[in-house]
């Protein structure tokens, strides 16, 4: 993308609307159980604001940065949760002025960074649009599990493109991850957007598909839906196994969430 302004505008504007499900919310509602185990509102809110600063870091000090990739590697399983827990013992109003301070610095800063820069992360090096993408991504997700615990039905909108297209650049990762071989071609991704428009990804001509409605598509590739309880299809034993372990997001293998049907 050579101007990533416009994904840093979506990324402005979905962090806006999550904001708007949490701003008025009573102080006791912001410890409501979310579907992530374990994880209660301001959990999830204390999660982005934690990864808002990590990723300010890396774009402003690779070198601080690099330290805090230390961290991470000395408690692989622990340090996402252990940043979400140390926020979300902070009084509400403190926490989201946290991520309030946190995310407007990291957007200035991407608006700021010289075309072509590229930023250290806990995975590949990272873009200015890749970045902002990412972090569209994330606000996203644990804004569904937010709007899951508030019971709230969120309109889905065009910026679900950012969250798909990384859903599917991200397929060998999601292999790669799990000490399985990818795939040797690609395959054909057609999805349905909000408005009734066909986004496509991969070769017309690809003998392996995926098929189904966008918004399916980013739940299942950010693990906020089981596979069975969307409509998202596979033609093709590889994309049918890539179904079962699409990740968008970067580090080991999610835990994924249970059936509708498996509550029942």
Excluded: N
């Amino acid at each position: 993308m050579s101007d990533p302004s416009s994904v840093i505008d979506d990324l402005h504007q979905e962090s806006e609307e999550l904001d708007l499900l949490v701003r008025d919310l009573a102080e006791g509602r912001w410890a409501l159980a979310t579907p992530a185990a374990g994880w209660t509102v301001a959990h999830q809110i204390a999660h982005l604001a934690w990864t808002d600063r990590s990723a300010l870091l890396a774009v402003t000090d690779a070198e601080a940065f690099a330290k805090e990739v230390e961290k991470a590697m000395a408690s692989p399983g622990g340090f996402v949760d252990e940043g979400a827990e140390e926020g979300a013992g902070l009084p509400p109003a403190t926490l989201l002025a946290d991520w309030r301070a946190g995310r407007t610095a990291l957007e200035e800063a991407l608006r700021a960074a010289p075309a072509g820069t590229r930023f250290p992360w806990y995975g590949p090096p990272m873009s200015v649009a890749s970045m902002a993408t990412g972090r569209l991504m994330e606000t996203w997700a644990h804004g569904q599990d937010v709007a899951d615990a508030l019971g709230v039905a969120r309109t889905p909108t065009d910026r679900l493109r950012h969250v798909a297209r990384i859903g599917v650049r991200a397929r060998d990762f999601a292999f790669h991850v799990r000490g399985l071989t990818p795939p040797a071609t690609e395959f054909r991704v057609e999805l349905v957007g909000p408005e009734g428009e066909l986004w496509t990804y991969g070769p017309e001509e690809a003998p392996q598909r995926v098929t189904g409605p966008a918004l399916d598509f980013c739940l299942l590739v950010t693990q906020r839906a089981h596979r069975g309880d969307l409509a998202v299809r596979a033609d093709g034993p590889d994309a049918d196994r890539w179904l079962d372990i699409a990740q968008a997001f970067a580090g080991p293998p999610g835990q994924g969430r249970t059936s509708k049907g498996d509550a029942r």
